[in-house]
Every structure is written in C-alpha cells, then in structure tokens.
Nanobody, 127 residues
C-alpha cells in the first residue's frame, strides 16, 4: 500500500502557472509508474499525464501536451506536475495515482491501471 498526498493547487489567472506535488509513502515508490488525473464538476475523471518508474518515459493527454510537464524525484518520493499557460478549462480537482506493475516502462492512461490514489487538490483557473 502507498499513501499519496497532493499539494500545490490554488487559484490562478488564465496564462499563469502552478506546480503540483505528490508525496508518497509506503511501498517502494520508485518502482512504480505515477500518473496525474483530473476531474471537473459533472465530468468523468480524465487522464492528464504519466511517468514510468525511472522518469525516462512520459505520456500526456492531447489537451495538455506542450503546456504540462510531469517529472519525478525518486530520492524524495515525489512526483510533480508543472502546469504552464493554464486555461479556464483546466479547472478541476487533480489527483495523483500510483501504478500496479513494478519496473515497467509502460505509462498507464486508464484509471483502472492505478492501485492507489491521493485525496486530490483543487486547481481553479480564472478567465
């Protein structure tokens, strides 16, 4: 089991930036892929970005490609999501998640492929 705690959310104007952090404890963080998802009111949870266990492979949703960057620091048991050029449509609760398979280069995009979830952090982008 792994515990995940997100931070860094807040209110920002369109065009601004935020960096989300997700601190992990419990099972060996560095062995697993990590992902970020988001859920806006009235909408389903959607994939945002994922990084493999080593940080060498990443995947992004088309809607955030070129604006968001996922990274990880295994020494600090932390995964980050740098969000630039934010848009009002990025407003959502953002969740980090830990994958199921160890030492895989696969970067999961489906929520069912993740075993553990954080409580979420709110990001609000004003126009």
């Amino acid at each position: 089991q792994v515990q995940l705690v997100e931070s860094g959310g807040g209110l920002v104007q369109a065009g601004g930036s935020l960096r989300l952090s997700c601190a992990a404890s419990g099972r060996t963080f560095s062995s697993y892929a990590m992902g970020w998802f988001r859920q806006a009111p009235g909408k389903e949870r959607e994939f945002v970005a994922a990084v493999n266990w080593s940080g060498g492979r990443t995947s992004y949703a088309d809607s955030v490609k070129g604006r968001f960057t996922i990274s990880r620091d295994n020494a600090k048991n932390t995964v980050y999501l740098q969000m630039n050029s934010l848009k009002p449509e990025d407003t959502a609760v953002y969740y980090c998640a830990a994958g199921r398979s160890r030492y895989s280069d696969y970067t999961p995009k489906n929520w069912g492929e993740y075993a553990n979830w954080g409580q979420g952090t709110q990001v609000t982008v004003s126009s």
